[in-house]
């Protein structure tokens, strides 16, 4: 592919996508693959890979950052922790499955997913935006009259103090007995995708490394649930409104992620877009939500990078391109 006008438009919607992407802790894959697709001219398989790696590129961009800052309102970390070691492990097992079933089905298919994915996306959060517009407004109004209760006015002003909140060092900002154990799945996972290339496909061997993900993933995730069952841990995030979760509950939640982690992985998606509203529905301030969203998506968006490069899926230097244009604009979109 020659460099033209298609590659220059191309960047500066990923640059923008980006940019925007962050805000929401949604990775941007919803702008990216369409923009590969329909601009830059990539087929679906190949822009799917390489809007992982894009997304990516600002995930990592955006925890780093995200690292030192603080809970808008509480004395803890702004990346929710216990959250994400019960979303995060799922997320990976579903992101396997997505980058298989991209193998498996046609062109037309992922093309028709792709279009019906995007518009009940698009539908969703427009839908949702105009809500929150006409919520926030009536809570600003009624606080400029002097009406606003105490609560809906605490509310407003926690959706507005991010950009106060206290910067720590690393080292005491992160929780490492659980950071630990999300590396820990990370790797194990990576050693089976890594093994599983070198075996003969459909092998004895090959399904044996496959099948051995779902016990890694799902015992990290039942281990998380059962302490927040028995109310050992508790999601802090949500300062006063903690409450034990029930197994309906928790069970909701791990099928979302996996659901999640099928679509990223399938469709080129970081899978904020379930994650996001998900935790905002669990009552988690939107920073948090943010942040912890974008914190999961690392390690799953950077598995299924490995995964689409092992099947040669993606060109190596345009991967390089825009995974270098996805980390600049990390910090405009945090401002």
Not at 158 to 178: H, M, P
């Amino acid at each position: 592919m020659k460099f033209g006008w298609k590659i220059i438009v191309g960047s500066i919607i990923g640059f923008l996508g980006s940019a925007f992407g962050t805000v929401g802790g949604v990775g941007g894959g919803g702008i990216f693959v369409p923009m590969l697709t329909l601009i830059v001219g990539f087929d679906a398989r190949s822009a799917t890979a390489i809007s992982k790696c894009m997304i990516t590129g600002g995930a990592g961009a955006t925890v780093f950052y995200n690292l030192r800052q603080r809970h808008p309102t509480l004395d803890m970390p702004v990346i929710d922790y216990d959250l994400a070691l019960l979303f995060q492990p799922m997320l990976m097992l579903g992101i396997s499955i997505g980058v298989a079933f991209n193998v498996i089905f046609p062109d037309w298919m992922l093309t028709t997913l792709l279009i019906v994915v995007f518009i009940g996306l698009s539908v969703n959060a427009f839908l949702k935006g105009v809500q929150t517009w006409k919520k926030e407004t009536i809570i600003m109004k009624e606080k400029s009259s002097g009406k606003c209760t105490v609560a809906a006015c605490i509310s407003v002003l926690d959706t507005y103090s991010s950009k106060t909140a206290l910067q720590v060092s690393v080292i005491d900002n992160i929780y490492w007995k659980e950071l630990g154990l999300l590396v820990t799945v990370w790797i194990l996972i990576l050693a089976l995708q890594i093994g599983k290339n070198y075996t003969t496909n459909c092998s004895a061997v090959y399904w044996v490394l496959n099948l051995l993900q779902v016990p890694i993933t799902v015992g990290t995730t039942l281990y998380e649930a059962v302490l927040l069952y028995k109310g050992q841990r508790v999601i802090s995030s949500k300062g006063d409104q903690q409450t034990r979760l029930s197994v309906r509950q928790l069970f909701l939640y791990c099928t979302c992620g996996i659901l999640a982690g099928i679509i990223g992985g399938l469709l080129g998606l970081g899978g904020g877009f379930i994650l996001g509203p998900l935790f905002i529905g669990l009552g988690i301030p939107p920073q948090v939500s943010s942040a912890t969203s974008t914190f999961a998506m690392t390690f799953s968006a950077s598995m299924s990078v490995v995964e689409y490069y092992l099947l040669k899926r993606f060109p190596i230097p345009y991967v390089v391109e825009y995974y270098l244009l996805k980390r600049f604009p990390v910090p405009y979109g945090k401002y």
